[in-house]
């Protein structure tokens, strides 16, 4: 696609359910990153994809968070038993990769609203 | 512990102005630094540089590092009210890619 997409756009959900978030990184681009940013902070890096290698997890906060990239493209955040500090914009970015001089481009985040 | 931070953490100026951004890092493999406009949700890519005392220049912004004291500025010369947002500083520390975000700047530019 033209750009990096990511659904839904916003979610509520209640303290203790599981939510899935997707993201479509731009085709061709190798290298996906999830990122975390709560209201008013910088963005908290949660984990990273490049290609075939095992992804780098060392950013997510606790093992109710985990993430997979099917086939090289889409990927899914699964947030389980949600609680309220997770109320948060998750952003998802895609580049290159395999390199670390080539940009990466954001999509437009999933506000999550833990209630 | 790899550190990016931000100063200042916020201003107000008027259209017209120009303002200075701050970019810090303490890490332990610097392979670039990239700063972004994030003014919704999204942040837009704005420069990414690598090598010291060479200014990127995009319009009326323009970036430069310096990797001897471990900085970099970002400027914006004759502000508009379209310039506010948050400015994000990023280092990338290693070979694959990851970035390190600092808390941002948020600038906000009055009529």
């Known amino acids: 696609g033209a750009g990096v997409s990511q659904s839904p756009s916003n979610k509520v959900t209640e303290k203790g359910k599981d939510v899935e978030l997707r993201c479509d990184p731009i085709s061709g681009h190798t290298a996906l990153y999830w990122y975390r940013q709560s209201l008013g902070q910088g963005l908290e890096f949660l984990i990273y994809f490049q290609g075939n290698s095992a992804p780098d997890k060392s950013g997510l906060p606790s093992d109710r968070f985990s993430a997979e990239r099917t086939g090289g493209s889409v990927s899914t955040l699964t947030i389980q038993r949600t609680q309220q500090e997770d109320s948060a914009v998750y952003l998802c970015?895609?580049?290159?990769?395999?390199?670390?001089?080539?940009?990466?481009?954001f999509g437009q985040g999933t506000r999550l609203t833990v209630v | 512990e790899d550190k990016v931070v931000q100063s200042p953490l916020s201003l107000v100026v008027h259209e017209g102005d120009t303002v200075t951004l701050n970019c810090s890092y303490e890490?332990?493999?610097?392979?670039?630094l990239l700063w972004y406009k994030q003014e919704k949700k999204a942040p837009t890519f704005l420069f990414m540089l690598t090598s010291s005392g060479i200014e990127k220049k995009s319009g009326r912004l323009s970036s430069i590092l310096d990797k001897k004291e471990l900085f970099s500025i970002l400027n914006i010369t004759a502000t508009q009210t379209g310039d506010s947002a948050v400015y994000l500083c990023a280092v990338r520390t290693d070979s694959w890619g990851k970035l390190q975000f600092g808390a941002g700047t948020q600038v906000v530019v009055t009529p």
């Open positions: 970015a895609s580049s290159l990769g395999q390199t670390w001089n080539t940009e990466a481009f």
């Open positions: 890490v332990t493999n610097f392979r670039s």
